[in-house]
């Protein structure tokens, strides 16, 4: 199922910069970049979206969303680093983050469910919220929420 989590801008990075690096270390917990074959081209676990809003005065505006599956499998490197995640989240208290790496490091089966992982500071959202919050505006006559996935 396909659930959404609004990342907001946080220190000096922005919502677009945090989507993308929380995707690309998700990334890097499976395959760090010292164990990467050069011709590699995948970089990122999950999509982002951003918020359609243009009105530089509306709280939407720049806004961007991870497209996630909270039940994904994330597959744990011995040799993963996990700083490069745990920075993009100033606002997760120290002891949450010592959890969650102790949670990643400790995973008995080599991997985890991405649910699991998510800092209490996010909110997931599914995709009625999404749609009655404005993420997937009618455009041309074509309504986006209407396609199958």
Do not use: C
Request: aromatic fraction near 12%; avoid cysteine.
């Amino acid at each position: 199922m396909q659930n959404f989590i609004i990342v907001l801008p946080e220190a000096e990075l922005t919502s677009e910069q945090r989507a993308k690096g929380i995707s690309e270390e998700l990334f890097k917990i499976s395959r760090p970049p010292h164990v990467r074959n050069p011709r590699d081209v995948s970089r990122y676990v999950f999509g982002w979206m951003p918020h359609p809003e243009t009105d530089e005065n509306s709280p939407n505006f720049g806004l961007f969303a991870l497209t996630v599956d909270l039940d994904y499998q994330i597959y744990v490197h011995p040799e993963n680093n996990l700083d490069g995640l745990l920075a993009l989240f100033p606002e997760v208290l120290e002891e949450e983050k010592a959890q969650l790496a102790a949670y990643i490091g400790s995973s008995a089966t080599g991997r985890f469910r991405f649910g699991d992982i998510i800092p209490s500071t996010a909110n997931v959202r599914d995709k009625a919220y999404m749609e009655t919050n404005g993420w997937f505006p009618v455009e041309d006559g074509f309504d986006q929420s209407e396609v199958v996935e």
